[in-house]
């Protein structure tokens, strides 16, 4: 499985960013998708990620603020980044998870940087 990323880049604090991720290959056995994050300093985290059948969960930093959707057909996942703060300023990584390995495991994605300035 290969995961193409894009979006990223520079926003003010408060502004909002996109993120998507397209999964390419073999993809039957991928369950979730969704993105993680590695601010400087920091372990890598999850930010959100979405079942095959639409199940979202998110870190309790990013409620309210941060959507993930999912197109089954494209095998695609978007993060649609809204109020964005200072602290979310990391890498993210596109992840996508075959069906029972997982948190933190699978294919991943080159790191996208989105820096949020004050």
């Known amino acids: 499985v290969q995961l193409q990323a894009s979006g990223g880049g520079l926003v003010q604090s408060g502004g909002s960013l996109r993120l998507s991720c397209e999964a390419s290959?073999?993809?039957?056995?991928?369950?979730?998708l969704g993105w993680y994050r590695r601010a400087p300093g920091k372990q890598r985290e999850l930010v959100a990620w979405?079942?095959?059948?639409?199940?979202?969960t998110y870190a309790d930093s990013v409620k309210g603020r941060f959507t993930i959707s999912r197109d089954n057909a494209k095998n695609s996942v978007d993060l649609q980044m809204d109020e964005l703060k200072p602290e979310d300023t990391a890498i993210y990584y596109c992840?996508?998870?075959?069906?029972?390995?997982?948190?933190?495991?699978?294919?991943w994605g080159r790191g996208t940087l989105v820096t949020v300035s004050s």
């Open positions: 992840n996508a998870e075959p069906t029972g390995w997982g948190q933190f495991r699978g294919y």
């Open positions: 979405v079942s095959r059948g639409g199940s979202a």
């Open positions: 290959g073999y993809t039957d056995n991928i369950d979730h």
